[in-house]
């Protein structure tokens, strides 16, 4: 069965679903297609968290460094696995270049001003709907067990409070005060008070439901196999459930961007990078806000009735398969900051693939040469938090506004 629209988006996760909610309040009729359903993969058991403090591009040389020893850690954070694909070699090249001092601080200025803004349509959203998905902005706290790495990020947060972050250091007795559950491994904290969570596939299926209320249409159970080309511009999207015609395009498909993106000519720089996450149906304990171990790079969100532990970043290229050895390191490793968590057995475990372009930002524009061929992707560890800027940006860019150094910046031209 055919259908026809103004604006078809490819992708029903959360980059997909805010750039359908503003195109359609502006006014365009959008039809939003998914092979599964709305928050069926990466949005769906993620942390969600809204960062406004995670101003770090992934592209960092510290983590660069200790990436390396990570590789020799089977209990790591990180993992990479070997594969002959031009794309996996490409995309680590491209990293390693932007892992520089001059590339890595504009990375680092362009985050602040995009955590900024998106932090504000967060509020605005939550202002019409934060319930619904247990918006909360109770702050993050920072975790650390070891001095040396307290030390280190206390003198690294005093140039992010003197460009207006909120923020606190807090030594051993200040953080066990905040946070009682914490255990005595516990050295010290970093209380950012701006940063906020919500339920992650909740909030992308309300913002589905808004967009719906606004005119737009989703088509579920439609994988995009290819497309047609007509007059040097994209004409139509060939999914399983029929050729569905088009004016404009986009295709904010996560970790799948790059196959996409390949049919018509452009394999844009986009790895998967594998997290879990493990879902606790009412704990005895729970914090009072989300918590990031630092050294184990674990985040923890409470919410009403359940707690979730998240972990990981595995770059498998698009191999979903559960691994014990590497899902059973995460609790374990939470527990070194919340002794309360060993021994309770998980109500979901889950995993999901975040998009990572090589320098730590999204990717997000027009995608050459196809004149009306838009993309989003690229988000990483980010994607809750500057969803819903990053669709507002989009519906802007599409209605011919000039973003300026902040397009340029973010768009897909730049590799």
Same mark, same amino acid.
């Given at each position: 069965?055919?259908?026809?629209?103004?604006?078809?988006?490819?992708?029903?996760?959360?980059?997909?679903?805010?750039?359908?909610?503003?195109?359609?309040?502006?006014?365009?009729?959008?039809?939003?297609?998914?092979?599964?359903?709305?928050?069926?993969?990466?949005?769906?058991?993620?942390?969600?968290?809204?960062?406004?403090?995670? $101003?770090?591009?992934?592209?960092?040389?510290?983590?660069?460094?200790?990436?390396?020893?990570?590789?020799?850690?089977?209990?790591?954070?990180?993992?990479?696995?070997?594969?002959?694909?031009?794309?996996?070699?490409?995309?680590?090249?491209?990293?390693?270049?932007? $892992?520089?001092?001059?590339?890595?601080?504009?990375?680092?200025?362009?985050?602040?001003?995009?955590?900024?803004?998106?932090?504000?349509?967060?509020?605005?959203?939550?202002?019409?709907?934060?319930?619904?998905?247990?918006?909360?902005?109770?702050?993050?706290?920072?975790?650390?067990?070891?001095?040396?790495?307290?030390?280190?990020?206390?003198?690294?947060?005093?140039?992010?409070?003197?460009?207006?972050? *909120?923020?606190?250091?807090?030594?051993?007795?200040?953080?066990?005060?905040?946070?009682?559950?914490?255990?005595? *491994?516990? $050295?010290?904290?970093?209380?950012?008070?701006?940063?906020?969570?919500?339920?992650?596939?909740?909030?992308?299926?309300?913002?589905?439901?808004?967009?719906?209320?606004?005119?737009?249409?989703?088509?579920?159970?439609?994988?995009?196999?290819?497309?047609?080309?007509?007059?040097?511009?994209?004409?139509?999207?060939?999914?399983?459930?029929?050729?569905?015609? $088009?004016?404009?395009?986009?295709?904010?498909?996560?970790?799948?961007?790059?196959?996409?993106?390949?049919?018509?000519?452009?394999?844009?720089?986009?790895?998967?990078?594998?997290?879990?996450?493990?879902?606790?149906?009412?704990?005895?304990?729970?914090?009072?806000?989300?918590?990031?171990?630092?050294?184990?790079?674990?985040?923890?969100?409470?919410?009403?009735?359940?707690?979730?532990?998240?972990?990981?970043?595995?770059?498998?290229?698009?191999?979903?398969?559960?691994?014990?050895?590497?899902?059973?390191?995460?609790?374990?490793?939470?527990?070194?900051?919340?002794?309360?968590?060993?021994?309770?057995?998980?109500?979901?475990?889950?995993?999901?693939?975040?998009?990572?372009?090589?320098?730590?930002?999204?990717?997000?524009?027009?995608?050459?040469?196809?004149?009306?061929?838009?993309?989003?992707?690229?988000?990483?560890?980010?994607?809750?938090?500057?969803?819903?800027?990053?669709?507002?940006?989009?519906?802007?860019?599409?209605?011919? *506004?000039?973003?300026?150094?902040?397009?340029?910046?973010?768009?897909?031209?730049?590799?």
């Amino acid at each position: 069965m055919g259908d026809s629209a103004e604006v078809i988006i490819v992708g029903g996760g959360v980059v997909g679903v805010c750039t359908a909610y503003f195109l359609a309040r502006s006014g365009a009729g959008v039809l939003l297609v998914d092979k599964g359903e709305l928050a069926s993969g990466s949005s769906f058991g993620n942390a969600g968290l809204v960062v406004p403090s995670f $101003c770090s591009p992934l592209a960092d040389r510290r983590l660069l460094l200790q990436g390396l020893g990570f590789l020799l850690d089977r209990a790591g954070p990180f993992k990479i696995k070997p594969r002959p694909d031009l794309g996996l070699g490409g995309w680590l090249w491209r990293f390693v270049r932007a $892992c520089s001092r001059a590339r890595y601080s504009q990375g680092v200025e362009v985050l602040l001003r995009l955590n900024r803004e998106g932090t504000r349509v967060h509020q605005e959203l939550a202002g019409l709907g934060g319930p619904e998905y247990e918006y909360r902005q109770a702050g993050l706290l920072s975790a650390f067990t070891t001095p040396k790495a307290f030390k280190e990020a206390g003198a690294e947060v005093l140039a992010l409070g003197r460009k207006g972050m *909120e923020l606190s250091v807090l030594g051993r007795a200040e953080v066990h005060d905040l946070e009682p559950c914490l255990g005595p *491994e516990v $050295c010290g904290g970093i209380l950012y008070r701006a940063d906020a969570s919500l339920q992650p596939a909740a909030f992308v299926n309300w913002l589905g439901a808004g967009f719906k209320e606004a005119g737009g249409r989703i088509m579920t159970g439609a994988e995009v196999y290819g497309f047609r080309r007509e007059g040097g511009r994209v004409a139509a999207v060939l999914t399983t459930r029929g050729e569905l015609k $088009c004016r404009r395009l986009v295709i904010a498909a996560g970790a799948w961007q790059p196959g996409l993106t390949r049919l018509l000519g452009r394999r844009l720089p986009v790895e998967g990078a594998k997290g879990y996450s493990l879902t606790f149906d009412r704990p005895p304990e729970r914090p009072l806000r989300p918590l990031i171990l630092e050294e184990r790079h674990i985040a923890v969100t409470p919410y009403a009735e359940s707690l979730r532990v998240t972990g990981i970043l595995d770059l498998e290229g698009l191999d979903l398969s559960i691994h014990p050895r590497r899902l059973g390191t995460i609790l374990p490793q939470a527990g070194e900051y919340l002794p309360f968590l060993t021994g309770l057995e998980p109500v979901q475990v889950w995993r999901g693939l975040r998009p990572c372009s090589p320098d730590g930002l999204p990717l997000v524009g027009r995608m050459d040469p196809w004149p009306n061929v838009f993309v989003a992707v690229g988000h990483d560890t980010k994607g809750i938090s500057l969803g819903p800027l990053t669709g507002l940006i989009l519906s802007r860019i599409m209605a011919g *506004e000039d973003l300026g150094s902040l397009g340029r910046a973010l768009s897909p031209q730049r590799f």
